[in-house]
């Protein structure tokens, strides 16, 4: 039985080329697409898409709610099928407006949608598990530092809650984008994997001297006993050698970046398992961040700078994405304010509204002494 259709394979390629190319999607979303319209596909049998039918649409639909993950033995998760469901439903609007689709119908397009119970399942806002500082601390204590590759897992953890930076984005830095003398990290777009390739200037996290001094004696060890200059990568990828047996081990560090995060995400698990604590990943380590900034942070642009130093444009980005509160959270924050006698704290702030660099560095030395 065939797997492709030849005209399919045509069209979608330049869908997906268009995606890239004008709509600036990630190659990561890119797949994410490809893997939709390839699973609609097999439940037509590979049709022609200039045959779509209402009925493909319905069938998708059903196809989906039936599906069990070979993995897991689940089916699909509401928001995975929602999350398809669009994207066919949008690569369809788009092929209605090329050369020899154009008798499709619009209105049949409606058919991809999910329902109303769904789509709200897909987008509801749910409390994820965040680690406390205690925790993090607890295992950069438990983890040993005999071997460099040892040294190396316990510097990354330490430099993920310091910075706030995203995984990718630690896995493509270099030695030159983190300056210890300053206290900042230059994310520099050209060569960093930030998110929506933003260039921008953040500064340490105030959370202690400790953590900050695991990562100056990584830097130092990778300077000096390694020679690493300042083009090398601030977390070299294991060096792969074979041991007496003639079988694989961790010889080292290479001087090779990571291909992509799966083995930060990877360390990150050992270590946690191995401290006797459930998996955070690294993306959480942000959550902690903006939580221990709910509490620091005295007015807007003490809120404001925090964020910024996240990487959000927008202080909102980080109140709804990091901070949404359980009602017994608001219940305490309420009770707090309304017996609160208000202080000035860093008036001279308050009404800035686009702190500078110099402003953040004025407002995170000024968070850096309260949190001391």
């Given at each position: 039985m065939k797997k492709h259709h030849p005209k399919n394979e045509k069209i979608k390629w330049e869908y997906l080329r268009y995606l890239e190319d004008a709509k600036r999607m990630n190659s990561a979303s890119v797949d994410q697409v490809a893997a939709s319209i390839a699973a609609f596909e097999a439940s037509t049998g590979w049709k022609d898409f200039k045959l779509f039918h209402i009925e493909q649409a319905r069938k998708f639909k059903r196809d989906l709610d039936n599906h069990v993950v070979a993995e897991t033995g689940k089916p699909l998760a509401v928001a995975t099928?929602?999350?398809?469901?669009?994207?066919?439903?949008?690569f369809f609007q788009w092929l209605a407006g090329q050369p020899g689709y154009r008798k499709l119908k619009f209105t049949d397009m409606e058919y991809f949608n999910a329902s109303n119970n769904d789509g709200r399942i897909a987008g509801a806002v749910r409390e994820r598990p965040v680690p406390s500082m205690e925790?993090?601390?607890?295992?950069?204590?438990?983890?040993?530092?005999?071997?460099v590759i040892e040294r190396r897992n316990r510097a990354l953890i330490a430099f993920t809650i310091l910075s706030g930076a995203r995984d990718a984005a630690i896995v493509s830095m270099r030695l030159k984008h983190v300056d210890m003398e300053r206290g900042t990290v230059f994310q520099d777009a050209r060569e960093?994997?930030?998110?929506?390739?933003?260039?921008?200037?953040?500064?340490?996290?105030p959370v202690g001297d400790d953590i900050e001094g695991i990562v100056r004696?990584?830097?130092?060890?990778?300077?000096?006993?390694?020679?690493?200059?300042?083009?090398?990568?601030?977390?070299?990828?294991?060096?792969?050698?074979l041991d007496d047996n003639r079988q694989f081990h961790a010889a080292g560090i290479s001087r090779q970046f990571w291909s992509d995060a799966g083995p930060i995400r990877k360390i990150f698990k050992e270590a946690f398992t191995m401290a006797g604590l459930p998996y955070f990943n690294p993306h959480s380590f942000r959550k902690t961040i903006w939580r221990m900034g709910?509490?620091?942070?005295?007015?807007?642009?003490?809120?404001?700078?925090?964020?910024?130093?996240?990487?959000?444009?927008?202080?909102?980005?980080?109140?709804?994405?990091?901070?949404?509160?359980?009602?017994?959270?608001?219940e305490t924050v309420m009770g707090a304010l309304a017996g609160r006698v208000a202080g000035k704290g860093l008036s001279a702030l308050t009404g800035a509204n686009a702190p500078t660099p110099e402003t953040i560095v004025q407002v995170l030395a000024y968070l850096q002494r309260k949190a001391s």
């Open positions: 099928r929602v999350s398809r469901l669009r994207a066919v439903k949008t925790q993090i601390r607890h295992v950069l204590d438990y983890l040993p530092t005999a071997t960093v994997k930030t998110k929506n390739r933003k260039t921008f200037t953040s500064w340490f996290f004696a990584w830097i130092t060890e990778l300077s000096t006993a390694h020679l690493f200059g300042p083009d090398d990568p601030l977390f070299p990828s294991t060096e792969r050698g709910e509490k620091l942070c005295a007015n807007g642009a003490e809120a404001k700078a925090w964020s910024l130093n996240l990487g959000h444009e927008n202080v909102g980005t980080s109140f709804s994405s990091y901070g949404p509160m359980t009602t017994t959270e608001r």
